[in-house]
């Protein structure tokens, strides 16, 4: 199996903006997802491809001097197999090399299998955002502590 974590690109906005629909009921939007890539200097947006098929996403914004994860998916039959793990690893790189020092994320409190990764990659509970969602479902605040400076 040939596992490649890259830099999204335009060709790849199509694959994020249905598979998000699928997955989440919504998606940032194709034109969103367009803008991010051009013109947002503060995205840092990656794509994992398995035998040159994609199979998950992660978005993130340097908000420096901090961080945050926007979305992440693996699709479905290639969960398990430590995609989500390498795409986090991949943002949390980046973060170093950028001397960031807190990346944050939320995410839903019956989000077991997520929540469970996030606490895996050294994340810990920040905070519980009331209501954060559209079904009226609270959002766990995570962070991991980047350090700042090496
Ligand atoms: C969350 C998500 C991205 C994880 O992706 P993934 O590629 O399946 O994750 P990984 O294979 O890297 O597994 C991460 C850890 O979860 C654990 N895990 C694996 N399978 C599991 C299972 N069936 N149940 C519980 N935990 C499991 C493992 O411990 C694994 O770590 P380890 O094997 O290295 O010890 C993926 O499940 C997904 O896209 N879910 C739907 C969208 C979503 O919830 N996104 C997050 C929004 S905040």
Known sequence: ???????????DISFVYEE?????????GEKTLYNEIIYNEMSRYYIVCVDKKRAGYVGSWLTIPNAE?????????YRGLGLGKLL?????????????????????????????MYKELGFVQ??????????GEDALLLTLNIGGKI
């Not at 994860?69 to 039959?77: A, D, M």
């Not at 807190?102 to 929540?115: C, G, K, P, Q």
Request: proline share 0%; net charge negative.
């Open 1 to 11: 199996m040939e596992i490649v974590v890259r830099k999204m690109d335009l060709s």
């Open 20 to 28: 998000e629909v699928k997955i989440f009921g919504n998606s940032l």
């Open 69 to 77: 994860i926007l979305n992440l998916f693996v699709i479905e039959k």
């Open 88 to 116: 986090m690893n991949e943002v949390i790189k980046t973060c170093m090399e950028e001397h960031i020092e807190m990346l944050t994320l939320e995410v839903r409190v019956s989000n077991e299998y997520a929540i469970f």
């Open 126 to 135: 920040g905070g519980i955002r009331k209501n954060y969602y559209s079904n």
